[in-house]
């Protein structure tokens, strides 16, 4: 393994957590194929031999308005947030991630060395979207991003990933914390190089009343894993999904969401659209809890796949783990199925070539997801990427 990531300037509990992850990595095996979580992904590919291997860093753009600065809104790069902040991110950081610490995850512990903190004070509603830009010119990069919104805040986030074509491994991990009341609509895209090879590990812890929605966009990337779970901790928490997925080339996308209700009247839904073309591959594997404790709930996952091509291939496994009887709602749907070929060639017939009417086909396809995206800004952003990936298919 490649040096210790420390600095001289970090407090001493994170330097414990570094060297502590440091030694366990040393002796841990890496996660277990027969797991449900990697199934259909060799684990192995995320741990890449890193002597030798420079450490790279993102180059992250994080602008914020004035008007949202006097309101006590805290946007910094991560490394920064440790030194001004570290009394709050003592409370906050690696809580959630260090409940379920694999290989993987401690790669990341030892060696982070970027990302961001965005803090949203008690009350305060950010009018405008905070757009973050995070490019990886090449090598390896473990990155750490921590959200905190507080009792009757909102905000609406855009995240981009942006890396070169060169080859690059990159290894997230995100926790999230969402106060009473609070609210965060947070759109994720991934537009990644040919050659990167990433892993997302985040975590959503839920407080009383609060809503995330969650906007999950993967277009680049040669492989690229999330591993995403919503904890909705307290009474009428909400979680809502929306995932889309398009790949071409040889393109693999693996995605795992659970869904864990931990109190009663929660709700939760996910509507995932996946569109594949030439040799792309993709996975979803969706788990839904619900305790025996948690009374009224309503969880709805969808998971629908287009193929554009006979060498595409999807797969797709819902798990129910529900162990109570008094539900408000639970329901499961997965579709999969080969491009209308009637379709195309109708719409051939009115004058459109082929790729214009694989790309129209497409764009049907994806609009119910789309749709259902609650900001208009945020809306147009997905439409916009989308339109961009078509043209290259």
């Known amino acids: 393994m490649t040096q210790l990531k420390e600095k001289i300037n970090e407090p001493q509990w994170l330097l414990d957590k570094r060297r502590a992850a440091n030694d366990?990595?040393?002796?841990?095996?890496?996660?277990?194929?027969?797991?449900?979580?990697w199934k259909y992904t060799d684990p192995s590919i995320f741990l890449p031999e890193l002597n030798g291997l420079k450490l790279g860093e993102s180059k992250i753009e994080l602008p914020l308005t004035e008007e949202a600065l006097k309101k006590g809104v805290v946007l910094l790069e991560i490394n920064s947030a440790?030194?001004?902040?570290?009394?709050?991110l003592a409370n906050y950081f690696d809580r959630?991630?260090?409940?379920?610490?694999?290989?993987?995850n401690l790669l990341n512990e030892a060696l982070w060395s970027t990302g961001y903190f965005l803090y949203i004070p008690k009350g305060v509603k950010v009018e405008k979207p905070v757009v973050i830009k995070?490019?990886?010119?090449?090598?390896?990069?473990a990155r750490r991003i921590l959200i905190i919104l507080e009792e009757g805040s909102s905000v609406n986030l855009i995240d981009e990933n942006l890396s070169s074509d060169s080859e690059a491994f990159i290894n997230t991990v995100s926790e999230i914390y969402l106060g009473k009341d609070s609210e965060l609509t947070y759109l994720n895209i991934n537009l990644n190089g040919k050659q990167t090879i990433s892993h997302l590990f985040q975590r959503t812890?839920?407080?009383?009343?609060?809503?995330?929605?969650?906007?999950?966009v993967a277009l680049g990337g040669k492989i690229s894993k999330a591993d995403i779970r919503y904890i909705l901790n307290e009474e009428s928490a909400a979680s809502h999904t929306y995932g889309i997925v398009l790949g071409d080339d040889k393109q693999h996308f693996d995605h795992h969401t659970i869904l864990d209700h931990q109190a009663s009247f929660t709700k939760s839904s996910l509507n995932f659209r996946v569109a594949l073309k030439d040799k792309a591959r993709s996975a979803y594997t969706g788990n839904l809890k619900i305790i025996h404790e948690?009374?009224?709930?309503?969880?709805?996952?969808e998971n629908r796949n287009l193929l554009l091509s006979k060498d595409a291939k999807a797969e797709s496994i819902p798990e129910l783990e529900i162990l109570t009887n008094d539900v408000e709602r639970c329901s499961h749907g997965v579709t999969m199925g080969q491009v209308d070929k009637d379709q195309i060639y109708y719409l051939m017939s009115r004058g459109l070539s082929q790729k214009e009417a694989e790309k129209m086909v497409i764009e049907g396809f994806l609009e119910p997801t789309i749709s259902r995206i609650p900001d208009e800004v945020l809306r147009e952003e997905v439409k916009s990427r989308i339109e961009e990936k078509l043209k290259t298919l």
């Open 24 to 37: 366990s990595y040393k002796v841990a095996s890496a996660p277990d194929r027969v797991s449900h979580l």
């Open 82 to 88: 440790m030194k001004e902040k570290s009394n709050l």
């Open 96 to 104: 959630l991630a260090s409940k379920e610490l694999n290989k993987i």
């Open 134 to 141: 995070s490019s990886l010119p090449r090598d390896f990069e």
């Open 205 to 216: 812890s839920l407080g009383q009343n609060s809503k995330l929605t969650n906007l999950v």
């Open 294 to 301: 948690a009374l009224k709930c309503s969880a709805i996952q």
